[in-house]
């Protein structure tokens, strides 16, 4: 008997999740427009640590969901990515139920 | 007078003279210019155009006074803007290389400060990438205050 599973309907939720008419909207990712959400860009300073403080520098973060079948290769720890025209250091990434969280941070000035 | 503020800002005008030829990447593109050059501290964050890098901050960071003379620290920290990692670090290091020559060939700056040895210089080993930051410490010889006879 064929039987659909959670997987099966979080798959096939990725859709909906990913339509563009929905939650998803294009960004620019490494030069290619892939749809996108993109999680609220939070600034705060670069560390509590003082040894860490720069003058001048603060950090930026943002996180971003994709479907992993729009990347060739996962983005890895400290992999530079450019995110609509501004470049990112990639923090952290995760991949469950085909998609992609990717915490990227920036040193601003 | 010889005291610290003054030297502070005499340093400012003597490093805005050594890096005026400059020309460093800021965080907008085609936009390069010599470095700010500022005492203390930067101004606060704003929104305008004007980007903070790269810069030459001079600070007055600690003294010392003993019965044969009192030395100031001042710290020359040097901020350069580069998404290239091979460029970034070294605009980093030729101002402060140029700093530290430019002193030392001196070693009095507006016929009054003189500078010490040793020098020490740092460039961080973590970067907050595009941005470099290197940090001088130098030494210098500020006025020494003497005990006046008091009638009481």
């Known amino acids: 008997m064929f039987m659909v599973t959670f997987k099966d309907f979080i798959t096939r939720d990725l859709v909906t999740f990913f339509n563009l008419n929905e939650f998803a909207e294009l960004h620019n990712i490494d030069g290619r427009e892939v749809p996108a959400i993109v999680d609220s860009d939070i600034l705060k300073i670069r560390s509590d640590n003082r040894y860490e403080r720069f003058d001048g520098v603060y950090k930026g973060e943002v996180t971003v969901y994709v479907r992993a079948s729009d990347f060739v290769n996962r983005p890895v720890f400290g992999q530079h990515l450019r995110l609509d025209g501004k470049l990112y250091l990639v923090v952290e990434c995760n991949e469950v139920s085909g998609v992609l969280e990717i915490v990227l941070g920036a040193n601003e000035s | ?152």
């Open chain 2, 1 to 152: 007078m010889i005291t610290p503020v003054i030297l502070i800002d005499e340093l400012k005008t003597f490093i805005e003279e050594v890096v005026q030829n400059y020309r460093l990447e800021t965080n907008q593109q085609n936009n390069v210019k010599p470095p700010q050059v500022v005492t203390g501290y930067l101004p606060p964050k704003n929104s305008g155009p004007d980007p903070d890098f790269p810069f030459v901050i001079v600070r007055l960071a600690e003294g010392v006074d003993k019965e044969e003379g009192a030395t100031v620290t001042v710290k020359i920290i040097v901020g350069a803007y580069s998404e290239d990692s091979q460029q970034g670090w070294r605009d980093a290091a030729n101002m402060i290389q140029r700093i530290w020559q430019e002193l030392f060939k001196r070693r009095v700056i507006a016929r009054k400060f003189r500078v010490e040895y040793p020098m020490k210089f740092e460039i961080p080993e973590e970067q907050p990438y595009p941005h470099w930051i290197g940090v001088m410490t130098t030494v210098w010889t500020v006025a020494h205050p003497v005990m006046e006879e008091v009638d009481l």
